[in-house]
């Protein structure tokens, strides 16, 4: 016990020594006015006006049917989802059409239209809430606002609303694509990545997670416009800045600072240790876990990502996923904890490298676009962009290098990144066993536009 207790108490100081608190309040920001809030709209606002009851261990709201019907927004959808960017896949209109006319929870005609014009019809369903969540979209800040220790105990239910929201604003987006309203389009799409924003200040693992699912959903909606020349310059400038904000390496870096506090706050929580005897009796174990814990954020997280390089270091990638397997190997009381968060740690690195990739390529992608518009045909090279339709070309984080670009001869282009292997395929994913697979959105992005 003693040891224990000195042994945390000597890393905890060594850690504020070196700037890096391990209490949540440090990771919160300040509240801000519900008023200036886009999480504090009507429509979202009952989800954070819950409290955690220590007896039942679970959140209770004060206006439980409001959180239900969040929860029920979206019916049973028939097993349809959205489109893949990452296979080249564009959303099924026509199968999301089957659902709505099958389903009585959406307004239909009789006999069924075109596939998107059935699709607008049913999504009228939401119109009252997509119309709420863009008016406060406009908002000036996004986050979760509350006390530390609510701040432990966000419900799952909020992240399962924020993607249904995501899924019906994308689909909505989708929709209006297809039938030449690129304003109402660009609209859900910037909403939707509001949404995803209301996450940045929350620094957990689980949080960082979700946005990442969220902007991955949205970026459907950019690929689609893309392909179809849908965007107009004006339109394309707003997309290529927003989607220059994201810095999801940086953000990485902060979550994993964050959830070491957390992580150490929420093990404080247990019921096994609040008793003054589990105290007494079990401090060595409940000091020895916080320890291990707190150690594998700056011994094997944090130094994957170099934020100011803009860079994912691959062979320090592959060491510490063979250490954290090694880690998970064996028993031993101090490190029980640790070893539940190991798996989360290890994939944490490759879908955040992912999702920047995926970003940088999309403002890239924007940028062609506008020099298309401007000069009727894709550049040579990507040289050709800055200035002045791109300030500095993103590397490929996955080695730094530049991003890999071609302009094909029927005048489409590829852009891709080595990916997580760092071999440059010439823009074709291949599986583990270096058989050619189905290209991906990521490595295509230039595809004919419909007639």
Known sequence: HWRGKRAWEKFKAE?????????VAAFLPPPVPDEQNFLMTPLLAPLFDCRFDPVLQTNVWRNPQAVERLRGLVPDQGGVSIG?????????????????????????????????????????RFDAELAELRGASQRPYAQFNGRPEDALNIPLQVYAVMKTLTRILTLHALAELQFQRSDDALADVLTSYRLADSLQKQPTLMALLVRLALMDLTVQAVWEGLIDHQWSEPQLIRLQAKLGSFDLLRDYLYSMRGERAYGSALLERLPPFQSLWSRSVLGGFYYQNQLALSRLYPELA????????????????????????????????????????????SSAPKRVGAAQVTIDQAVVACALERYRLAKGQYP????????????????????????????????????????????????IRRSLKDEVVTPTWETRYGLQPRT
């Not at 850690?15 to 209490?23: F, I």
């Not at 089957?98 to 014009?117: F, I």
């Not at 860079?311 to 904890?337: C, E, M, V, W």
């Open 84 to 124: 893949s960017y990452r296979k080249a896949k564009r959303s099924d209109l026509a199968a999301w059409q089957a659902v709505y006319q099958t389903n009585g929870h959406y307004p239909k005609l009789s006999p069924p239209q075109s596939p998107t014009a059935d699709a607008l019809l049913a999504l009228t």
């Open 302 to 345: 944090v130094p994957l990502v170099d934020a100011e390089r803009h860079y994912l270091n691959l062979s320090l990638l592959d060491r510490y996923s063979q250490k954290t397997q090694g880690q998970r190997a064996g028993y031993h009381p101090y490190t029980i904890f640790a070893k539940m968060l190991i798996p989360a740690l």
């Open 380 to 427: 040579e090279t990507l040289d050709a962009l800055t200035p002045p339709f791109l300030d500095k070309v993103p590397p490929d984080l996955m080695d730094g290098k530049p991003m890999r670009y071609r302009r094909e001869a029927d005048g489409t282009y590829v852009l891709y990144s080595v990916g997580l292997n760092g071999k440059d395929d010439g823009g």
């Open 15 to 23: 850690q504020e020594a070196k700037g890096e608190p391990l209490n």
